[in-house]
């Protein structure tokens, strides 16, 4: 008979990016600088490459030259790619040519400079143009848009920046790594016994309680779109940052929040942000893929779709730094 020595404890890293809160974990507390080069890293490319809000970025260049062809860079044609797949995958639910869209409803700017109450009246809405009128050729990566259009890849970047950066974490290291960037969690590497604890919580900022609902995850990606913490008032309206591509507004809140559980971060990302925007229809669209799913409506009701287990609550002593 054999023992085996008890894993150290995670070691964690918490900063804010990306104008949410980047959370890092690793299994060995000594790779941890390392860990934290790559994920910087990797969140500083992503800012410079699909930012709507730095002048410098390669996004705003590609949206201030639409209705032109323009050649864009490898990293940003991974990025639109991503997001052209969950277009496709979700039946435009998820499309990234809402960015005008985003703009008329005042989220012209990082939401930490949001203006709280915005006085000025609302332009009218208009849908999206619709990501099936981009003409993009991956090979040698020409992109038109069209007239007009400004991409939003902001729901898709981000999780791909954590699926990249958990990826490439782990790869230095070799040692278990968990991202999470405001609800998108990636996880790499060999996890710690009995997996990384996860807290759930419709604001991943806010502190969890120990009978707040958890779940362990050993692979793969997790990750949670909700209506209640990035929003702002316009004309005496609260909005909220997931547009509906079909009107331009806000979608009709149904869900406050999805978890969705994947094997990439991408993916969960594109199923959760779907299943809030289709509302009423997301239960038959998170069946037909069956991915495990945590839909909760307005009056804190849970769904649990795909085998999704029974909620558990947090133990005494839970991971270090517990993404929520």
Same mark, same amino acid.
């Given at each position: 008979?054999?023992?085996?020595?008890?894993?150290?404890?995670?070691?964690?890293?918490?900063?804010?990016?990306?104008?949410?809160?980047?959370?890092?974990?690793?299994?060995?507390?000594?790779?941890?600088?390392?860990?934290?080069?790559?994920?910087?890293?990797?969140?500083?490319?992503?800012? $410079?490459?699909?930012?709507?809000?730095?002048?410098?970025?390669? *996004?705003?260049?590609?949206?201030?030259?639409?209705?032109? =062809?323009?050649?864009?860079?490898?990293?940003?044609?991974?990025?639109?790619?991503?997001?052209?797949?969950?277009?496709?995958?979700?039946?435009?639910?998820?499309?990234?040519?809402?960015?005008?869209?985003? =703009?008329? $409803?005042?989220?012209?700017?990082?939401?930490?400079?949001?203006?709280?109450?915005?006085?000025?009246?609302?332009?009218?809405?208009?849908?999206?143009?619709? /990501?099936?009128?981009?003409?993009?050729?991956?090979?040698?990566?020409?992109?038109? *848009?069209?007239?007009?259009?400004?991409?939003?890849?902001?729901?898709?970047?981000?999780?791909?920046?954590?699926?990249?950066?958990?990826?490439?974490?782990?790869?230095?290291?070799?040692?278990? +790594?968990?991202?999470?960037?405001?609800?998108?969690?990636?996880?790499?590497?060999?996890?710690?016994?009995?997996? %990384?604890?996860?807290?759930?919580?419709?604001?991943?900022?806010?502190?969890?309680?120990?009978?707040?609902?958890?779940?362990?995850?050993?692979?793969?990606?997790?990750?949670?779109?909700?209506?209640? +913490?990035?929003? /702002?008032?316009?004309?005496?309206?609260?909005?909220?940052?997931?547009?509906?591509?079909?009107?331009?507004?806000?979608?009709?809140?149904? %869900?406050?929040?999805? =978890?969705?559980?994947?094997?990439?971060? +991408?993916?969960?990302?594109?199923?959760?942000?779907?299943?809030?925007?289709?509302?009423?229809?997301? +239960?038959? %669209?998170?069946?037909?893929?069956?991915?495990?799913?945590?839909?909760?409506?307005?009056?804190?009701?849970?769904?649990? *779709?795909?085998? %999704?287990?029974?909620?558990?609550?947090?133990?005494?002593?839970?991971?270090?730094?517990?993404?929520?």
């Amino acid at each position: 008979m054999t023992t085996r020595a008890p894993a150290p404890s995670p070691a964690e890293i918490v900063f804010p990016a990306l104008g949410t809160t980047a959370v890092l974990l690793v299994t060995d507390p000594d790779a941890l600088p390392v860990a934290e080069a790559v994920l910087r890293a990797e969140l500083s490319a992503v800012d $410079l490459t699909c930012s709507r809000f730095r002048p410098d970025s390669e *996004l705003t260049r590609v949206n201030r030259n639409a209705g032109d =062809t323009t050649t864009v860079g490898e990293r940003f044609a991974e990025a639109l790619q991503a997001a052209l797949r969950a277009a496709r995958l979700t039946g435009g639910a998820v499309d990234p040519t809402v960015g005008r869209a985003m =703009t008329a $409803l005042g989220y012209d700017r990082t939401f930490a400079s949001l203006r709280p109450e915005d006085a000025r009246p609302l332009p009218p809405a208009q849908p999206a143009p619709g /990501w099936r009128r981009i003409v993009f050729d991956p090979r040698s990566r020409r992109l038109r *848009l069209p007239p007009h259009t400004h991409l939003d890849l902001g729901a898709t970047a981000k999780a791909l920046t954590a699926d990249r950066a958990a990826r490439r974490a782990a790869a230095a290291t070799g040692c278990g +790594v968990l991202v999470s960037l405001g609800g998108d969690l990636a996880v790499a590497g060999q996890a710690p016994d009995g997996g %990384w604890r996860i807290a759930l919580a419709d604001d991943h900022a806010r502190p969890t309680t120990d009978r707040s609902p958890a779940v362990a995850v050993t692979s793969g990606a997790l990750a949670t779109s909700g209506i209640r +913490v990035r929003t /702002w008032q316009r004309a005496g309206r609260i909005l909220h940052h997931i547009v509906d591509p079909a009107t331009g507004e806000p979608v009709t809140p149904v %869900w406050r929040t999805a =978890t969705v559980a994947a094997a990439t971060c +991408v993916d969960a990302n594109t199923a959760s942000t779907a299943a809030i925007v289709l509302g009423d229809r997301a +239960v038959d %669209w998170l069946d037909g893929t069956a991915l495990h799913a945590r839909p909760v409506d307005l009056d804190g009701h849970v769904m649990r *779709l795909g085998g %999704w287990p029974p909620d558990s609550a947090i133990t005494p002593g839970p991971t270090p730094g517990d993404p929520r």
